[in-house]
Every structure is written in C-alpha cells, then in structure tokens.
C-alpha cells in the first residue's frame, strides 16, 4: 500500500455508476484511478434493489446504504438523513478517513466531517453554491440566470411542471428549494476545497459567492471509459432525452427550419426518449430515429451511424461528458457556445459553436455539415480526438486531486 500523507480516501456519494456522463460517472473513474496508484478508497453511498451492501475491488471498497428509494429529489432525500450521517457505522468511517470527499449533493456528512476534525474537499459538478436547482437557468424566464440569486419559487414551480411532476411534489420542491436550497452554498463554504470541472464554472461559482475565491479551484474530470469507432453512417446523434435545457425543443425547431428553409432532412439518432406511438410518429416524419434508454452495447451501434453530434444545451453545463465522448471517439461537434464547452474544444477544428436556444444557427450549421463530403466529416473528427487528447489526460486529473488531498491532510 502506497504511503504518502493520504492513507485513506473516504468518497460520500449518493449515487455512484459506472456509467458515462455526470458526478456519478466522474466520481467511480476517481474511485478507480486512485486505487490504480495506490490509495485505499472507500465510497459511501446508496442501495438500490439487489445491490451488494458491501463489495470489494482492488483498494476499492464500496457501502451500500438504503438511504432513499429513488433518485428523484435525492439532494434533499440525503441531507435529511441525519440518522445515517450520526450512525456509530458513517462516524467510524469519517475517523478512519484521512480526507472526507463529497463529490454531489451530501454536503451534510462534511458538517459531521468538519465536527470530528477531518478535512473536506467538495467537487462541485453543477451550481449548487449559487442556484439551489443547481443549473443557474431561469425556467420561468426561459434564460440563464445570471444573478446567481436564491432560486425564485415561480422558477422553481416552472421547473418542476416542465418535468411533468405532479402537483405534490412540485409543492414539496417549491418548498425545499426555497427554504432549505438557500442553506445549501453555506454547507458548501465549510469545504476546505472546492474543485471546480471548468473554468467557467469556478467564474460563475467565484463570482456568486466571493468568500469562496482562495478555496476554490480547477480540475478537469478523468476522461470516460470510451475509445475511437470507426464511422459508419452519415446520421446526427442527439443523447439529451426530451429535456428542455438540454436543448431538444431548439433541435426539434432547428431540424424543422433546415427541412421548410435548407430543404435538407437529417437523419437525427435520439436516446433516452419515452415510448409514445403517437410522438415517434410526428419525429420519424422529421428525421428522428427515436431510441428509449439503451444498454452501452446497443448504445455503440448507434453511435456508429453517427458522424455528427449535436449538444444544443441551454443551461452552463460546467463539464459536458457528451462532448468528451464525441471528441474521443473522433465526431464533427455542433453545440451550444456555452457553460463549459468552449473550453472542451478549445483548438478543435471539427466544431460549429451555436449561441444557445439560436434555432437558425442551429439550422445553418446542420446546413452547412449536410453539405460536407463523409470523408471531410471523417477528418475532422479524427483531428479532433487528437487535440483534444493532447489537451486531457487522465494522469494530469488524479494526479492534481492528489495533491489537493495532500495539502489539506
């Protein structure tokens, strides 16, 4: 066992998948990267139906409690559990730990940290210090918010029966949103270290809550489990589900406008959508290749027909794994000039940057890559994967959470 100031590394997470995309995901590669180089890691974090209580890889060791049923309002859901954050099990686990590691929403279990006199460091992934939401984006006003103000509760309600939540619990998001939410940049301030995944993100965070600048910091998250496929179609891909600041409606518009103005029809792969006959129909008409949830196997075929992928987000996504994959495995990228994308594809050539919500750049842009030979596509994504990886490595990342947790141990 490798022996430096950090002995053992003790990761709160309230959900914790291999799978790509979000804290979730860049939390595990975290897990596994620093097993690889020596440390003994332990991760706390929720049970979901036949998981093992307990499991064991490598230095890797895994606990799982039933903390709450379902990952709809687990921000909430987790900070309510105080009984498992003052179990005699979590304070064993805290005092054993060198440094105590929250990478989401378990801002309380740093309060229980702090109390029994171990250090904190918070990865920020969203923009929980300034919007209780955590997305900095104004539903009611369909902008992005930029004061960096207490979430209204008309945008909270907006946001809840844009989802399609029932009356209830919207009433109870208003509620905690508004009430508890405002508390939640105060846990967050506790942090011996706050590492942000984008510069722009520490702007937005740095900018909102000024007592936060000399503890705040960048690290960009490990690269995603993923590696180049060969093009084999001349489709859009979209991975965004039907979520609104995700972008679909300006997607849906924009494929609409190229189809009456540019007289093109893309074929536009689409995953995690709801089965609904009568919604497949009306997007098949406009090119969409509908696809519910899919498993990463059947996931791999469809990206295969994809040349281009489209990340039309309207929200500052601070660190967007959809992109980091598209880069690597060698596509053409339209997205949004927002959050923290410019920074992703920063040199990149294959790249069309659009403002967001823009439903005619949009459109001009899948003009213009609709005019582009296969091969050109094909080039440019290639150039694109290897700029991006000259950019990004794993090492770099582990190797800057290791020192952080070094100068705060």
């Not at 909430?76 to 105080?82: I, N, Q, T």
């Not at 730990?97 to 279990?109: E, K, L, N, T």
């Amino acid at each position: 066992m490798r022996r430096l100031l950090l002995l053992n590394f003790l990761i709160l997470s309230e959900l914790y998948y291999p799978h790509v995309g979000g804290a979730e995901y860049a939390t595990y590669l975290y897990a596994k990267l620093l097993s690889k180089a020596g440390f003994e890691v332990t991760v706390i974090t929720n049970r979901f139906g036949n998981e093992p209580a307990v499991s064991r890889d490598d230095n890797v060791t895994v606990y799982r409690l039933p903390l709450f049923k379902s990952i709809s309002g687990f921000k909430y859901s987790v900070l309510l559990r105080v009984d498992a954050l003052f179990s005699g099990f979590m304070r064993k686990m805290i005092k054993k730990a060198d440094v105590v590691y929250i990478p989401r929403f378990w801002f309380a279990g740093g309060l229980i940290a702090k109390a029994l006199g171990k250090p904190v460091i918070i990865h920020l992934h969203d923009y929980i210090p300034s919007c209780s939401l955590a997305i900095l984006y104004d539903i009611s006003k369909r902008a992005i918010c930029e004061s960096g103000s207490a979430c209204s509760m008309r945008c909270v309600y907006s946001s809840e029966k844009l989802k399609g939540n029932s009356l209830l619990w919207t009433m109870e998001s208003v509620f905690l949103n508004s009430t508890i939410g405002r508390y939640l940049g105060k846990l967050v301030g506790l942090a011996d270290v706050i590492i942000c995944v984008s510069k722009l993100q520490r702007e937005k965070v740095v900018g909102n809550n000024p007592t936060l600048l000399n503890k705040t910091l960048v690290i960009y998250n490990p690269l995603p489990e993923v590696s180049f496929s060969p093009v084999q179609g001349n489709s859009y891909g979209y991975f965004g589900g039907m979520n609104y600041i995700k972008g679909f409606l300006t997607l849906y518009g924009a494929t609409r406008l190229a189809s009456q103005e540019f007289l093109i029809k893309p074929k536009i792969h689409v995953t995690n959508f709801p089965f609904k006959m009568k919604l497949k129909k009306s997007l098949s008409n406009l090119g969409f290749i509908v696809h519910e949830r899919v498993e990463r196997e059947i996931f791999e075929k469809i990206y295969s027909n994809v040349s281009t992928t489209i990340v039309p987000s309207l929200w500052h996504e601070p660190w967007p794994y959809v992109v980091v994959e598209a880069l690597i495995k060698g596509r053409y990228l339209i997205a949004s000039k927002v959050g923290g994308i410019p920074e992703q594809v920063e040199k990149c050539k294959g790249v069309a940057l659009c403002e967001p919500g823009d439903i005619r750049q949009l459109a001009e842009a899948m003009s213009l890559v609709n005019d582009l030979s296969r091969e050109t596509i094909v080039d440019w994504g290639a150039k694109n994967r290897e700029i991006f990886l000259q950019r990004f490595n794993n090492e770099t990342s582990i190797r800057n959470l290791i020192k952080v947790c070094e100068q705060v141990n």
